[in-house]
């Protein structure tokens, strides 16, 4: 499944687009500038939708800092109708534009033409740690390349943690960050998810911790032991 990052402020389009591609793409949506440009340069999405008038960080600021580290597509999403800063901002690294208010189907079909743009993937993308593989491809985690049950959002836990190995991440943010909604009432949730996923990776492999708390700091992929 594709995976889109929508850097958008306005909550209502937000909604829009969040129901418009339901569950035929994997959305991240963030509503600042300093998220956008910390998530788009990361080189985790196929495609990111990004506005202008963002706070944080300008949209033109978040596309140049993302372009310093990744050639992910970005189409930009403005209510401007100045055709200059149009051409400034494809010189700037912009693979294409739709104006606002725009046309749900029109918008799916510019998608579709960067999704065609890109070139095959020949090969699986695997992150492994200790005797643990996740296929991003196939969005299942194997250890001893026995796979794990683990449920979508045990899944998009384990897979945060294996991209980001040596960030200590607190509750709150990697209940956001997953879930995609505010922590306010998520801390049972998230408790209960990371209880079983662990579980989950002790039954495969009693010998390895995988996912270590961090009293006072939060959680983190578990260090290798010396």
Known sequence: MKRILIVEDDIHICQLLREFFQNSVQLTIVHTGTEGALLGGSGSY????LDLMLPGKEGEQVLKEIRQQ?????????AIGDKEKTVTL???G???????PFNFDELEARIEVQFRNQPAILEEKKLTYKNLTLNEEFHQITIFDQPIEASRKEYQLMDLLLANP??????????????EESYLGG???LNVH?????KKLKSADPENEYIETIWGMGIR????QN
């Open 94 to 100: 912009a693979n294409d534009y739709i104006p606002k």
């Open 194 to 198: 990371l209880s079983n996923l662990r």
């Open 221 to 224: 992929l578990a260090k290798e």
């Open 187 to 189: 801390e049972n949730t």
């Open 46 to 49: 196929d495609l990111i939708l």
């Open 90 to 92: 494809l010189k700037a």
């Open 70 to 78: 990744v050639q992910t597509p970005v189409i930009v999403m403005t």
């Open 166 to 179: 040596k960030k200590i991440f607190s509750k709150e943010n990697l209940y956001e960050r997953v879930w």
